[in-house]
């Protein structure tokens, strides 16, 4: 059943992706997939193949993207990673948006900021955070959503508490240095979405963290389309 879904969704997929192709363009830096057919392709393979863990990130804009418009928000994107890479204890990657736009994806492990057990930050924790919300303030054209992950110790209801209230910590520490609360969202996963063997203390660590998304807005994409964003 479950190859018949995947083998299905390839098929549906690949379907809107042809019968789309007269608007679609890439890039080979920073680029999209343009329109409706782009977004359904990434979020429809993510949601089946990876049991809803693959969802699309960031806000849905609607309507077409460009890839011209993908490749100066790439250059943008970019230039912000290069600066995140630089906090300790941060692991920062490349990822993409709903809209088929470059976005960033953070990890901090819960060790880097929480004591065990706990949703405080903890001392060391707070002077990356303060790097970080510095980034921030560099791009407010951008939306961040936060998760909180723990491992499977406990029930699901305290992990899922931690989990938020770990979420909600760095929230409202980035919340108290600068950043808009009406650009954060978060939420807690529990141990729901693990990224290693919970079995193994090692496995355990690398599932006890926080990860935040920075994607583009609506302001960012707008200014992209008519050239404006430096």
Known sequence: MKSFKVLTALVLCSTILLSSCSTTKNSTKGGVIGGAGGALLGAGIGALVGHGKGAA?????????????????GKKMDKQKAELEKIEGAKVETVT???NLQAIKVTFDSG???????????????????KFAASLKETPETDITIYGHTDNKGSRDLNLKLSNDRAASVSSFL??????KERMTTEGKAFDEPVADNATEAGRAQNRRVE???TANKQMIDQAQQGTLK
């Open 175 to 180: 919340n108290t240095n600068g950043i808009l």
């Open 212 to 214: 935040i998304y920075i």
């Open 57 to 73: 990130i960031g806000a849905a804009v609607g309507g077409a993207v460009g890839a011209g418009t993908g490749v100066l928000i």
């Open 97 to 99: 948006d709903v809209n």
């Open 112 to 130: 880097i900021l929480f004591t065990t057990g706990k949703s405080d930050l903890n001392a060391s924790s707070k002077a990356a955070l303060l």
